[in-house]
């Protein structure tokens, strides 16, 4: 059952559509960036925490904290992402080490699966934004390029590499798809000067944070449409593979490990031999040990999070003991609530599950593209109601096809004793 959510998560979103989000509530906005630091600090932001209560799920705090779905799992290992215990407090991995890139306009560290965001008219602050990035296959490219146009509303030119993938997984695609909520490019495009590349939107936010476009950047919508209006056609954009990374601030020596791209035995030892050449290059400047245990629990851990790691620095318990604590926002703006269960057509899945694999998989279907409007009685699931056969059929098929799930349509004669059984758990 571990590896049908594994699937229902990385399947859903690289297939499916879902509507377009509100906006991230505004007055969050400025705790997260600008991120300004001190001229000479490479460290940028403050971590957070915050308490979980029943039915938060960590796709729902990501969302909100403008943080991807990889960096909130990688920050907190062992917290269930989709049935987390109510009362667990969480870490918001909102602090950064910038990458050794120049400072000028867009740069996106791809491990970090995140974009640093450097305007022309603040040349001491740094905007932060959590990106979706190429899947194996389909690597976003590395290198310096520019925004060559700038469109909102744009059209999806659909390149023909993608109509044939579709086409042989039995889900044609137009040569183009018009503007509106079934266009994976969202409402803001910025076109590289790499033919076929962007820094979009997406009608998949849920996939923000995760390796899994076909090369283009993706952002959440309410991050690109901050960031639209602050580029210009001609911003610098540099895009790097630097999962291992150190920095200093206010003193300190930090290192903040992500999962390398490629795990093949000789990058990793590449990578190492540069992490402890950079630190032992700032001992001999400072004078101030290195603590290289630390160093080599971080590289094994990769959380994601900047880590002190001299040996007069506190211990990290005491370390991530400081950072701030978040109120909970009460409620998520941007959370999906199916509609109420009536009268239609549904699908129901028979896959067998325990309730609490049920309580995961409805909070999941919940998160993909399209939203699935999926209840649960118990451990069974019924996703719908829908107008008509036809619609139910269509998520039968892609149930079966994409997450091999068994599944069944209930008409709305048959349906009767499960609307009943809905009615009860609402």
């Known amino acids: 059952m571990r590896s049908l959510l594994f699937l229902l998560l990385s399947l859903f979103l690289v297939g499916c559509q879902i509507p377009f989000s509100p906006p991230r509530s505004s007055d969050l906005a400025p705790e997260i960036h600008p991120l300004l630091p001190p001229t000479d600090d490479q460290v940028v932001g403050r971590l957070g925490r915050l308490r979980l209560r029943s039915g938060d799920t960590l796709a729902d705090v990501a969302r909100h904290f403008g943080i991807g779905f990889q960096a909130i799992q990688d920050a907190n290992p062992g917290v269930d992402p989709w049935l987390p215990t109510p009362g667990t407090e969480i870490l918001l991995p909102l602090a950064f080490i910038l990458p050794d890139a120049p400072h000028q306009g867009i740069v996106i560290n791809l491990p970090a699966m995140r974009l640093f965001h450097f305007p022309e008219t603040n040349s001491t602050g740094v905007w932060s934004y959590a990106v979706g990035i190429g899947r194996d296959g389909w690597n976003t490219p590395l290198g310096r390029t520019r925004i060559i146009e700038k469109k909102t509303q744009p059209r999806w030119v659909v390149p023909e590499s993608i109509r044939r993938e579709h086409a042989r997984k039995g889900d044609p ?99 190492w031999h540069a992490l ?35 040996r ?66 118990g451990d069974h699931i019924l996703v719908g109601p829908y107008a008509d056969k036809d619609q139910a059929r269509h998520i039968e098929t892609r149930l079966d096809r994409d997450l091999g799930l068994a599944s069944r349509l209930v008409s709305p004669q048959r349906s009767r004793h499960f609307f009943r059984s809905l009615i009860a758990t609402q």
């Open 312 to 377: 007069s620095s506190p211990s990290w318990d005491d370390y991530l003991a400081q950072a701030r604590r978040f109120p909970h926002p009460g409620t998520w703006p941007e959370k999906y609530v199916p509609p109420p269960p009536r009268p239609g057509w549904y699908v129901t899945i028979e896959t067998p599950m325990t309730e609490t694999t049920a309580v995961k998989l409805v909070a999941m279907l919940h998160h993909q593209g399209p939203p699935l409007p999926a209840h649960r009685i």
């Open 276 to 310: 402890k050449k950079r630190l032992e290059e700032y001992e001999s400047r400072t004078g101030k040990p290195i603590d290289w245990q630390r160093v080599e629990r971080a590289v094994a851990d990769a959380r994601g999070i900047p880590l002190p790691v001299l």
């Open 173 to 271: 695609l137009p040569k183009v798809v018009p503007p509106g909520p079934d266009n994976p490019l969202g409402r803001h495009a910025l076109r590289l000067g790499w033919p076929s590349y962007l820094i979009h939107g997406t009608n998949k936010p849920y996939g923000v944070g995760l390796r899994i476009s076909h090369g283009c950047i993706r952002l959440y919508p309410e991050d690109i449409a901050e960031l639209f209006p602050q580029t210009q056609v001609g911003t610098p954009v540099t895009i790097v593979n630097q999962p291992y990374l150190a920095g200093w601030r206010e003193g300190q020596a930090f290192v903040q490990i992500h999962r390398p791209l490629d795990q093949k035995g000789k990058i990793l030892k590449k990578l």
